[in-house]
């Protein structure tokens, strides 16, 4: 099984029940959506869009001439996403599409991506690549994710591992998770949440 047909059965079953056991994660996201600076009339990409949780802050930081460019690869958490945009009726004002990091095409260059809990994107050097060629030079990033404590904190990070294993395909992979995309960007500021178990981190997009 490749990474991304595991990522899609863990979403499989985790889709229905996602909203609610990711509610208590809002302030941290309304926080990483905030490095990001958005100003009215942005075109926001948010990768890896799960069920669409981030789409009310993002419209409502980029306004009513700005747009959210969404994509996400499990059926299940897609069709939650699709069904909240139909409901709040933001088909104008979000493009959304069934897709995959690695060869998704967005259909304009974006200003700001936010990363928003997607490590095995962040993990994959085809997907970083694909994403990063799709934004504007200078585009501001932001990015929040698990990472591992400290080496010395020793049996810690069985606990990070077991908490990132439902959610992610690579869940070892914990030690610098952002290595693939600090070099890429001007900038790069990064701090620890979660007692140093998670990390946010902003840049820009080196042109
Ligand atoms: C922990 S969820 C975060 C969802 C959303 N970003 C949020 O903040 O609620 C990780 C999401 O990344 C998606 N994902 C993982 N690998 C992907 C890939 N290669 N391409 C597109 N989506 C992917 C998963 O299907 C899942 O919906």
Known sequence: MTPN???IERYRRRAAGYD????FTMPLRRRTIALLALQPGDVVLDVGAGT????APLLAAVGERGRVLAFEQSPEMFEQARARVAREGWQERVWLREARAEDVQLPQAAD???FNYVHDITRT?????????????????????MKF???WTGPLNLLAWLKNRPYNARPADLW????????RCDGFERWSTQWGMGY????RRRA
Request: hydrophobic residues 55%; aromatic residues 8%; proline residues 10%.
């Open 20 to 23: 609610a056991s990711a509610e």
């Open 176 to 183: 610098m998770p952002w290595d693939l995309i600090a070099p």
């Open 112 to 114: 700001a991506a936010l």
């Open 52 to 55: 669409g949780l981030s789409f």
């Open 5 to 7: 047909q595991l990522s």
């Open 125 to 145: 050097p085809q997907a970083v690549d694909n994403l990063l060629r799709q934004l504007k030079p200078g585009a501001r990033l932001a990015i929040a994710g």
């Open 149 to 151: 404590f400290p080496w």
């Open 200 to 203: 946010i981190a902003r840049g």
